[in-house]
């Protein structure tokens, strides 16, 4: 996906248990498998033969056509901010990276007694199973600043996605304008899962306004925008 992911396991027996190397295996191997399918950047992924047009419908894997119904009811949610069909071919990438993140995670529930953490990008899903365990401290970096933190998070259970600027430059485009959006730095959502906060962080970043909270929470009950920074 262009990008690096790291893991954290936390637990008794991390490096004694059978059960960790294989199901730490299985993540990297999920996350691999959804780049060779959903890659822009690969000619030969599902996803770029169907921007050329050249993948039937009876072709598709399974995975793409949960992906493609995903995008719709995301388009519906954010009021079309959030939109994968842009003028230059479907571009599912502010909605994959958090749904395969999520779902290469949710193998780890196999392994009892573990907590996990999963960065993909900055992208962060993360579980506490037992509730005496503290939380995971998860800091939003500045983009203004890199040396500097725009808040701290304690984070149990739940997505962590940041969408923003300063790292990819002009990138995400505002659907129905088909300009960059600059009234943004970066903003971040918090909630159950990864898949909805990644889709509603790219889509609040694409819309802009002084109301980003109140939008983000009158569309997606239990998340809320836990850190903002607008442009200069």
């Not at 998070?153 to 002009?170: F, K, M, N, P, Q």
Request: charged fraction near 20%; hydrophobic fraction near 40%.
């Amino acid at each position: 996906m262009g990008t690096q992911a790291s893991l954290h396991l936390r637990g008794p027996r991390v490096d004694s248990d059978p059960a960790v190397e294989p199901a730490v295996a299985a993540v990297f191997g999920h996350l691999r498998a959804a780049d060779e399918l959903f890659s822009t950047y690969r000619p030969d992924s599902q996803v770029s033969a169907l921007r050329r047009g050249s993948l039937p419908r009876d072709r598709r894997h399974p995975w793409l056509t949960e992906v493609v119904e995903l995008c719709e009811e995301a388009r519906d949610r954010t009021d079309g901010y959030f939109d994968a069909w842009l003028p230059g071919g479907f571009d599912p990438s502010g909605l994959v990276k958090g749904w395969a993140t999520q779902r290469a995670a949710d193998g780890l529930r196999t392994l009892p007694g573990f907590d996990h953490y999963l960065n993909v990008g900055g992208d962060i899903t993360a579980r506490v199973g037992v509730t005496t365990t503290p939380p995971w401290h998860v800091a939003v970096e500045d983009p203004a600043d890199p040396s500097a933190f725009l808040t701290i998070l304690d984070v149990r259970t739940g997505g962590v996605a940041t969408s923003g600027s300063a790292a990819r430059g002009a990138h995400i485009v505002d659907p129905h304008t088909g300009t960059h959006p600059d009234e943004l730095l970066a903003v971040t959502v918090t909630g159950p899962t990864l898949l909805w906060a990644d889709v509603f962080a790219t889509a609040a970043f694409a819309r802009g306004g002084h109301d980003v909270e109140v939008w983000v929470a009158g569309r997606a009950p239990g998340y809320r925008v836990a850190a903002l920074a607008r442009a200069p």
